[in-house]
């Protein structure tokens, strides 16, 4: 049977990857860290669970698998995935199959946000202004309020260090209250009407995949968040397009990808936000779609990529719920009861939810009660 490992968090996204390769025929390894939510282990498409203690510990375990014929792909779920590949890439290159980066730039140097800001302004991206901090305690003077504070490093921050200022005072009073990030870059806010991510893969003979693009019409939390509400349409922004091109052939990349923009309600244009250089969450609905985009992946990697893939769009264009940020932006009012109802109404279904495997949707359910429940039980004790 055909293998994979999907290396990442026991979380939606590892899931995603899982559910799709699983569907496909492959026999999904999973190796995983941090917290341990059973999310992943509950698919039925998870052949082989490697629970492990952090990433460097994830190479250790995939090294002990058994020699193969063939070499096996491995599919990252977040930073820090693709991250442990970059750094261990000549002790897993002779079994292993991973994206990676050709020439001058390394993935590393790539998720810091001065250097995304960089090359999508020379890739021909809308970018707003920014200045880095070096220094929380010195703050530029010609900064433009109202500003964004965010993570210079998206996976050595958090989304709650996400902050909105208004001005000097309050730049201090947030850089001051971060709990998470170290270091930060600013930004000149945005006013947004909806955000959206361009999903796609870029190949090993440069050319790129990019089946759809993402349009995020509601978040949680309400302003800094993750997509609740969503839907899939191709992309037919040929300046978009282009500049996705120009970005993936100038840092070489190879593997699968995400392009976050928001769309101004003042000027009506798309302003890049960052890029991610792994697999995005919300291709296991791509895939519900008609395109499974980690399986172009592998193909491509394999050497066995058809032409038909690279021509690929979304058939079935429409609504979906992305389930778990969906329920909690309900239950902390960011929409209302009725609302709630009307949007899981009138979309296509849900992220996680697959008829023949749907005990990981109803897990993370399980999980949030279950944690409410002991956190309960602390607080009485």
Request: charged share 25%; with cysteine.
């Amino acid at each position: 049977m055909k293998k994979v490992i999907i290396l990442g968090n026991d979380h939606t996204n590892t899931l995603g990857l899982t559910q799709t390769l699983g569907r496909e025929g492959f026999e999904v390894i999973a190796c995983v860290w941090g917290e341990k939510r059973g999310l992943v282990k509950s698919s039925k498409y998870c052949k082989e669970l490697l629970p492990c203690t952090s990433p460097q510990d994830c190479v250790k375990r995939i090294l002990k698998l058994p020699q193969e014929k063939n070499k096996i792909p491995i599919i990252a779920s977040c930073d820090d995935a693709a991250l442990i590949l970059e750094k261990n890439k000549e002790v897993l290159a002779d079994r292993f199959l991973f994206e990676f980066t050709q020439g001058d730039y390394h993935i590393e140097s790539l998720l810091e946000k001065k250097m995304q800001v960089k090359l999508a302004t020379e890739a021909g991206f809308n970018v707003p202004r920014s200045w880095l901090i070096t220094d929380m305690m010195v703050i530029p003077k010609d900064i433009k309020y109202p500003c964004l504070i965010k993570p210079l490093v998206s996976s050595k921050g958090a989304k709650s260090d996400i902050r909105i200022c208004r001005n000097e005072a309050e730049v201090k009073e947030n850089l001051a209250s971060l709990k998470y990030t170290k270091k930060v870059i600013i930004q000149k806010y945005i006013e947004r009407d909806y955000e959206i991510s361009i999903l796609g893969c870029g190949l090993r003979n440069g050319d790129v995949v990019i089946p759809c693009v993402e349009n995020k019409l509601t978040l949680y939390p309400k302003y800094t968040g993750l997509e609740c509400l969503a839907d899939m349409q191709p992309l037919k922004d040929e300046v978009i397009i282009k500049s996705i091109q120009n970005l993936i052939k100038v840092i070489g990349y190879v593997g699968l990808f995400s392009v976050e923009m928001m769309h101004c309600k003042m000027d009506s244009k798309f302003y890049f936000t960052e890029i991610n250089l792994r697999n995005d969450g919300a291709n296991s609905f791509v895939y519900k779609y008609g395109v499974n985009l980690p399986l172009i992946h592998i193909c491509d990697l394999k050497g066995c990529l058809t032409q038909d893939s690279l021509n690929m769009t979304v058939t079935k264009p429409g609504y979906y719920i992305w389930d778990y940020h969906h329920f909690m932006s309900m239950l902390h009012r960011d929409i209302s009861f009725s609302a709630w109802i009307r949007e899981i109404i009138k979309s296509h279904g849900f992220l996680t939810y697959f008829p023949e495997d749907s005990k990981p949707f109803y897990k993370q359910y399980k999980n949030w009660i279950l944690r409410k429940l002991y956190l309960r039980k602390i607080k009485f004790y």
